[in-house]
């Protein structure tokens, strides 16, 4: 019997790999996001690709119900939805003082935090229901350690790390395995646009590897959490040494 694999943010860089990935397994994929993505679908013409605003509860509920009426269960949850935003808490521009803006901290929050507590939760009620020894991936970042001009996200990854941690000692009782993976700085899509050539070659030049990380590493990084039992309640890092 196929696996059903539920992942969120399917549309962008990562979430497109990691459905490649699962692909070529022959699981049954359910891939989620808010926007749609015809070269995901075109390419991977087997998946189930649902829009959604993870962030709506009333949303996810109606999308675990969709679910449920065509596979019945979930087995494994990939996390990977979230919004990457920089701005310092403070700085001094040629019109005055600029703070970080409230509004962007709550949709960062929001976006990363709230969208993974609601999928996981509906997503844990799901397997607990259908006995399922399930596994949830949440998806987090180097920057979790605290990164300059990212105090929304570094938050968030930082919340989602102890998240992790915590439900992976209550749902021990149902069999259910909970981990966090947090990327230091990889060779995508999303990294090129969102960095300047200076920026990237930097990170190079402090990454103890000297190089940013092969998304195939990553998919590794994926595959050892899902096949390894034993492992749980832990956050991978897979950064290449990076510290900043």
């Known amino acids: 019997m196929k696996n059903n694999l539920l992942i969120t943010g399917a549309a962008g860089s990562i979430g497109f790999q990691i459905v490649k990935n699962f692909y070529k397994k022959n699981y ?14 075109k390419s991977f013409p087997k998946i189930n690709y649902f829009l959604c605003d993870l962030t709506n509860e009333r949303s996810i509920k109606d999308l675990i119900v969709k679910i449920e009426k065509k596979f019945k269960s979930i087995d ?3 996390n990977n939805a979230g919004l990457i935003f920089n701005s310092l808490i403070i700085s001094r521009t040629k019109n005055g003082l600029k703070k970080h803006s409230y509004n962007a901290w709550k949709k960062v929050l929001s976006s990363n935090l709230n969208s993974a507590f609601l999928a996981a939760s509906y997503t844990i009620e799901n397997m607990v229901k259908n006995k399922k020894n399930g596994l949830i991936i949440n998806m987090s970042s180097i920057s979790a350690e605290g990164n300059i001009g990212q105090s929304a996200y570094s938050s968030s990854k ?9 439900l992976s000692k209550e749902l021990a009782i149902f069999g259910i395995r909970v981990v966090a993976i947090a990327p230091g700085f990889f060779d995508t899509n ?36 899902v096949n390894n039992k034993f492992y749980n309640g832990k956050v991978l890092k897979i950064d290449g040494g990076l510290r900043i």
Do not use: C, H, W, Y
């Open 190 to 225: 999303s990294t090129i646009a969102s960095l300047s050539n200076n920026q990237i070659s930097n990170i190079k030049l402090i990454t103890p590897v000297n190089r940013l990380g092969k998304i195939k590493e990553l998919m590794k990084a994926i595959n050892f959490v």
């Open 28 to 41: 049954n994929i359910i891939a989620v996001d808010k926007i749609q993505n015809r070269e995901l679908k």
């Open 158 to 166: 930082s919340a989602i790390e102890s998240f992790s941690v915590t």
């Open 76 to 78: 494994i949850l990939i």
